[in-house]
């Protein structure tokens, strides 16, 4: 990146400052509130496409199968996420049952949807379509994903559940261990600052949206 | 470096809020729109200090229910019992989790009280255009919007126990309407944080001297 004079204000305490040439994989903080101003890209975009790619294909398995059953006498109950939620909002809690559909389904898989069409089109060398819109839509999205705390509420609850009767481990909660892990992966190899220098890298004169 | 800061504000800058981009502001009434990703720009937050309180009061409010009202109800052989949020860890710590105890204590109590009071803090301190530790204010701000999410927990938890607990007279568990009152204090505290604009803690600190010179730089 041949831009040694780019001035950027720290989006927490507005200090200007100048953006200055790190080695790869080195975050710059303000300096006057220590906030993270950019991250220096040292991952390739191969490297991030499939870790997206895993990421979604974990995603989907964790949704596809039981997380936990329960069997009591003879009566064996499974759920999965969907499930859950279908119950929730047939008990009257269809607010609750929304916002847990959100955060652990809909988020996550809006923003794993976002960030392989990202990649897809610049690792074909094209600017992703309708570029802007999507990448204000991922910072939303990214918000609210809470697979992270989707799993220990799940430990939790396995935990409440064994005085009634016999819990059998699914597929998918083995596969929401790994989900965090790998988004964890996924979302810090995302790097959102050199995204977009890489896809507008001067500035487009006029012609605003 | 406190001899020479100056931020974008003073210089008649305006930083993109979607793409990072700074760009000049101008002096009409327009709303001015970045000129790399279109988004429209604006110096501040627009009522990020009135919109902040009223997502923070709302919250203050729907946390009485939330803490009162049962969070889940059980009905068995036994019994029916309901459940708030401070009876379930008790239950939890009696039956030897003292560590999932203290997860949901600190997830489920802690994290939505502090963050009500951290807010309201950081508000009223704005507020009065206080210069008092900047950078502690700068960093309760970051743990804030850091573990808002982590009150979700309990949600979850009843999520799960509401769909595996279903079988008929054995042992039925609903969710009460105390996770309808969590639920909401958890979205509302996490809409305070973000109409929120840290950089009004910083802006008491930041003379507007500087803006003339930095002006004519910049033209």
Known sequence: MGRPMTVIACHECDLLQREIQLPPGRVAHCVRCGAKLYRVENRSIDHTLALTLATAVVFIIANSFPIIGLQIQTTRNDTSLVSAVHMLWHQGMWPVAGLVFFTTFLAPSAVLVIMIHILVALKRERIPAGFTHVMSLLQIFNHWGMVEVFIIGVIVALVKLTHYGTLIPGIALWSLGVLTLLMTATSSSFNAHDIWNRVHPTPRRGGNQ | ?219
């Open chain 2, 1 to 219: 470096m406190s001899d020479t800061t100056v931020t974008a504000a003073a210089c008649g800058l305006l930083s993109c809020h979607a793409c990072g981009l700074l760009s000049r502001g101008g002096h009409g009434g327009r709303p001015l729109h970045c000129p790399r990703c279109g988004a429209t720009l604006h110096v501040r937050k627009p009522n990020g200090v009135a919109r902040s309180w009223a997502f923070l009061i709302a919250a203050y409010i729907l946390y009485i229910p939330a803490n009162v009202l049962p969070i889940m109800e059980t009905s068995s052989l036994f019994g029916a019992q309901a459940d708030t949020i401070m009876s379930g860890i008790i239950y939890l710590w009696h039956s030897g989790s003292w560590d999932l105890a203290l997860v949901v204590f600190i997830a489920s109590i802690m994290v939505p009280l502090l963050k009500l009071i951290a807010l309201t803090l950081l508000l009223i301190s704005v507020q009065r255009r206080s210069t008092w530790q900047p950078m502690q204010r700068a960093k309760l701000y970051r743990i804030v919007e850091l573990v808002g999410r982590w009150s979700m927990l309990d949600i979850y938890v009843v999520a799960i126990l509401a769909a595996l607990v279903q079988i008929g007279a054995l042992a039925t568990i609903n969710a009460g309407p105390g996770a309808l009152a969590f639920g909401a204090v958890v979205v509302l505290t996490m809409f305070s944080a973000t109409a929120f604009d840290p950089r009004l803690i910083w802006d008491p600190l930041s003379p507007d001297r500087f803006c003339k010179k930095e002006r004519i730089n910049h033209e």
